[in-house]
């Protein structure tokens, strides 16, 4: 049974700092694009962050130059540090695993909260 777990999730202070981390199960992540997605209350998920199994980053405008996606291909885990947080990183971040970054085989975790508030 494959499972996609996310922790490192709570409540920060704008500007503060906060590490996801996505462990895996039942999948070797080597063999995995990883992405780390985010949806606020009434909008749509987003892609916050990805990396390839080779280790190429993505980052969205919103947050580049802020958060770091890293993995861990031994530990097959995926973080996701957070820095400069705003009350606009508000929100339940996904950690997605997609099989080779094709789209076709993908799995989802349950998700955690991330609130940054004064």
């Known amino acids: 049974q494959v499972q996609v777990v996310e922790s490192g999730g709570g409540l920060v202070q704008p500007g503060g700092s906060l590490r996801l981390s996505c462990a895996a199960s039942?999948?070797?992540?080597?063999?995995?694009?990883m992405g780390w997605y985010r949806q606020a209350p009434g909008k749509q998920r987003e892609l916050v962050a990805t990396?390839?199994?080779?280790?190429?980053?993505n980052y969205s405008d919103s947050v580049k130059g802020r958060f770091t996606i890293s993995r861990d291909n031994a530990k097959n885990t995926v973080d996701l540090q957070m820095n400069s947080l705003k009350p606009e990183d508000t929100a339940v971040y996904y950690c997605?695993?997609?099989?080779?970054?094709?789209?076709?085989?993908?799995?989802w975790g349950q998700g955690t909260q991330v609130t940054v508030s004064s």
């Open positions: 990396i390839t199994s080779g280790g190429i980053t």
């Open positions: 039942g999948i070797n992540l080597s063999i995995y694009a």
């Open positions: 997605n695993a997609d099989l080779r970054g094709l789209g076709v085989v993908t799995y």
